[in-house]
């Protein structure tokens, strides 16, 4: 048994568990200000006046029911108030974290009596006058970090910001910077030690990286998505930026495709340009490539792509394989392609493929396995109304067939495929026998057109032929309007009748408009008639043409026609009355 054959879907699984991955940077957390799990103003008893909070009654904010957004946004308004005038903070930072903090503004809130709400910014000034709060909870909620994140870092014996001055200028040195305020979370997180420098150090360690080359902006995106650089350790980085350098990538390219909520691997990204290069692209090649599709570099820090690759090194595929793929690769997030990818390699199980089939089918025809949706087995079979083995040999013979089974496509039983395409092969052969060019574009929008067989068509244009036209006359009518072959010979009949000889039209008159026969009876006696009473009034013009009377919609032509006449819409109430009721 090949080791092909006991490749089965369970076993992909473990390289489609790629798809969840992360970095493999474990956050650093050590104890910046010790372990407390209890807020210092929940230890304080602090003295309250009858009308500020009432918690014994559970009546609150929150419990009233009154969070309208006028009414959040006066108590969002006195908290700003009180953090900047009261406090003595930053109007930036008091409205960060008076407005982005919907966790503490809660709690808070729930503390808060209110009893009118016309007062709620006076009962939160009020209950904030006689209660302050722990300033870390809001702060450390501004700068992205949850709850369950942030407890705990609280201070055991601080409780206004002012009285941290390393983490505030920190703090103030990253937004400085450039780093957005709610970013700087993820940085304490994982590099808090930064935090308890002197500010001069976290400076001097920013600036270190404009040595090499790189501008402030991309500093501050690539410190935010990977703050364990301010840590140290920059080497992989630094190698990681040369590579780039070597396969053409402008550092601009990473600036604009970076994302700082995801954390990166310097190290695989390298190692991926370095794989690439190794099975047979040039470094301009492999610059290429990243740059039409970054997610293969930057998705999950390329480990998505080195899975891809090692699948498909698993089945069989060459480097002449992987080659094409890449060259082909779609327009589609990298992970979307591989879930395809995936899905595509179960369905191909589930109809009980042999496994040296699917290794063929998945090495030579990878972009197409990666870009299409396909419908589940079980839908295929009841719609197609087939076994798994004719499955099999239809997609062995093409397996382009697959495109015609993916989510959002009808699909047709197989017979009806097969008199669809016996339908069509009659009615092209029937537009060949009236001169049209075959796979010409007027041949094509003629088929899209007709509806009936070969034989009926046929019949209804030897119906034309029958009724008073040349055979040169009716081909040129259908060229005009195909739609027309689409009626039935006896009314097709009526319809020259009526035209020829009740209403004293000629066939220079339907050759210039043939579209007249695709229209009703109806529509066509009233208007024409409509218009013959007119020229003898003198209301309109005689030589309009037939497709001015007929192409517009009844209100049209009663309004442009009809109305304008004394006695318009009296006669043509009686033409109504006298043919059609």
């Avoid at 103003?41 to 909070?53: F, G, H, M, N, P």
């Avoid at 550092?251 to 047979?280: A, H, R, T, V």
């Amino acid at each position: 048994m090949s080791r092909l054959e006991i490749i089965r879907a369970p076993h992909l699984l473990r390289w489609i568990s790629l798809l969840s991955a992360n970095s493999n940077f474990t956050p650093s957390k050590p104890n910046l200000y010790g372990y407390g799990s209890h807020h210092l103003v929940q230890k304080v008893r602090l003295y309250r006046t009858e009308s500020s909070i009432d918690l014994e009654k559970g009546v609150g904010f929150g419990g009233s029911g009154k969070m309208g957004r006028i009414v959040k946004a006066q108590a969002q308004s006195a908290l700003v108030e009180y953090f900047h005038l009261t406090r003595s903070l930053r109007i930036m930072d008091a409205e960060n974290m008076g407005k982005n903090t919907p966790e503490f503004f809660n709690r808070l809130m729930k503390r808060v009596t209110i009893d009118d709400d016309s007062k709620i910014k006076h009962s939160v000034t009020r209950f904030l006058r006689y209660h302050p709060v722990n300033e870390f909870e809001p702060f450390f909620e501004s700068i992205g970090l949850k709850h369950s994140e942030y407890v705990e870092y609280l201070p055991r014996n601080l409780m206004f910001l002012s009285d941290d001055e390393l983490l505030l200028d920190n703090y103030y040195v990253l937004c400085n910077y450039g780093v957005e305020r709610n970013r700087i979370g993820k940085i304490f997180k994982e590099a808090n030690a930064v935090f308890r420098c002197d500010c001069g150090s976290l400076q001097a360690k920013l600036r270190s990286f404009e040595s090499l080359g790189l501008r402030q902006s991309l500093i501050a995106k690539i410190v935010s998505a990977s703050p364990h650089l301010l840590r140290g350790n920059v080497d992989e980085f630094v190698e990681f930026l040369e590579m780039l350098k070597m396969v053409e990538i402008e550092c601009k390219w990473l600036l604009e495709n970076i994302c700082e909520d995801d954390s990166y691997s310097w190290k695989c990204m390298l190692q991926l340009m370095c794989s690439l290069c190794k099975l047979g692209w040039s470094e301009k090649q492999v610059g290429e490539l990243i740059k039409q599709h970054p997610d293969l570099l930057l998705k999950c820090s390329g480990r998505i792509t080195f899975g891809i690759i090692g699948f498909l090194l698993k089945v069989g595929a060459t480097k002449s394989d992987l080659h094409t793929l890449f060259h082909q690769f779609p327009q589609i997030p990298v992970l979307k392609f591989t879930k395809n990818l995936h899905n595509s390699y179960v369905f191909l199980s589930e109809i009980d493929m042999a496994a040296l089939d699917i290794g063929k089918i998945v090495r030579s025809y990878p972009a197409l396995l990666g870009s299409i949706e396909l419908k589940k087995v079980n839908s295929i079979l009841s719609l197609l109304s087939c076994g798994k083995n004719r499955l099999c040999q239809m997609v062995n013979n093409d397996p382009f067939t697959l495109e015609a089974w993916v989510l959002g496509r009808r699909v047709e039983r197989l017979e009806t495929q097969k008199r669809a395409v016996k339908s069509m092969a009659l009615k092209t052969e029937f537009l060949i026998s009236l001169g049209f060019k075959e796979n010409l574009e007027d041949m094509e929008n003629s088929l899209k057109m007709l509806r009936g067989r070969g034989v009926e068509l046929q019949e209804r244009f030897d119906c034309l032929v029958k009724n008073g036209l040349s055979r040169e006359e009716a081909i040129k009518m259908v060229r005009i309007s195909p739609q027309i072959l689409n009626q039935t010979r006896d009314v097709i009949e009526t319809k020259i009748r009526l035209f020829f000889d009740e209403l004293g039209y000629g066939v220079s008159d339907l050759l210039t408009h043939p579209k007249i026969i695709s229209y009703t009876i109806k529509r066509v006696k009233l208007r024409l008639l409509m218009y013959r009473w007119l020229k003898g009034q003198g209301a309109v013009r005689s030589g309009l043409s037939l497709s001015t009377l007929l192409a517009t919609t009844d209100e049209e032509f009663i309004r442009a026609y009809v109305a304008p006449h004394a006695r318009g819409l009296e006669f043509w109430k009686n033409l109504n009355k006298k043919y059609y009721h």
